[in-house]
Antibody
Framework: EVELVESGGTVVQPGGSLRLSCVAS????????MHWVRQAPGKGLEWVAH????????SYADSVKGRFSISRDNSKNSLYLQMNSLRVEDTAFYYC?????????????WGRGTLVTVSS | QSVLTQPPSVSGAPGQRVTITCTGS?????????VHWYQQLPGTAPKLLIY???SRPSGVPARFSGSRSGTSASLVITGLQPEDEAVFYC??????????FGGGTRLTVL
């Protein structure tokens, strides 16, 4: 069974930095592209970042480009999101998500999310 | 403002049929990119419900179906059940290497 467990969410001041982690199990992690998707409390979904299976290609939403960095360590079945220059509007649940194996543009499995709160 | 447009809410009585629309543009649905649907039950993470407009992942009941027409897509739920009450999101791929979502539609089962 696929399991994605995010961690690292906490309260941080505007302008601060945070690193989120996601540990994956139950599937061949090094064969899947991975994503971070966020959801502000009570709001809709927003795709944040994508990283190919080999870590060679990353893409970002315009709202986080230049501030966030996605990375992975396939030897540890782990995905990361380095978040710098955080803003109040970055407050959200951050989900670690896999590509769907039958359609590369769909999201497959989701973690439970970790809450990042940016507030002074 | 979401790239894909969905109605904020729909409702129906148990056993009825409801349709949720998702309207895009020439850079996403109109460009031929697939549309996928997700169901988010209260307090849980989203779950893939329909992929490539009309295909269902294993375990998703046949009561859920999808279709496409031009720059729009639709999710149809037949035989509505109380446990279907959730927020539904459509998602596609937009030119410029990014994935985009609709704003979400809250389904209320009356």
């Amino acid at each position: 069974e696929v399991e994605l467990v995010e961690s690292g969410g906490t309260v941080v001041q505007p302008g601060g930095s945070l690193r989120l982690s996601c540990v994956a199990s139950g599937f061949p992690f090094d064969g899947f592209s991975m994503h971070w998707v966020r959801q502000a409390p009570g709001k809709g979904l927003e795709w944040v970042a994508h990283l190919t299976w080999d870590g060679d290609f990353a893409s970002y939403a315009d709202s986080v480009k230049g501030r966030f960095s996605i990375s992975r360590d396939n030897s540890k079945n782990s995905l990361y999101l380095q978040m710098n220059s955080l803003r109040v509007e970055d407050t959200a649940f951050y989900y670690c998500v896999t590509d769907f194996e039958h359609s590369s543009s769909a999201f497959g499995d989701w973690g439970r999310g970790t809450l990042v709160t940016v507030s002074s | 403002q979401s790239v894909l447009t969905q109605p904020p809410s729909v409702s129906g009585a148990p056993g009825q049929r409801v349709t949720i629309t998702c309207t895009g543009s020439g850079s996403n649905i109109g460009a031929g990119h697939d549309v996928h649907w997700y169901q988010q039950l209260p307090g849980t993470a989203p779950k893939l419900l329909i992929y490539r407009y009309s295909s269902r992942p294993s375990g998703v009941p046949a009561r859920f179906s999808g279709s496409r027409s031009g720059t729009s897509a639709s999710l149809v739920i037949t035989g509505l059940q109380p446990e279907d009450e959730a927020v539904f999101y459509c998602q596609s791929y937009d030119d410029g290497l990014r994935r985009v979502f609709g704003g979400g539609t809250r389904l209320t089962v009356l």
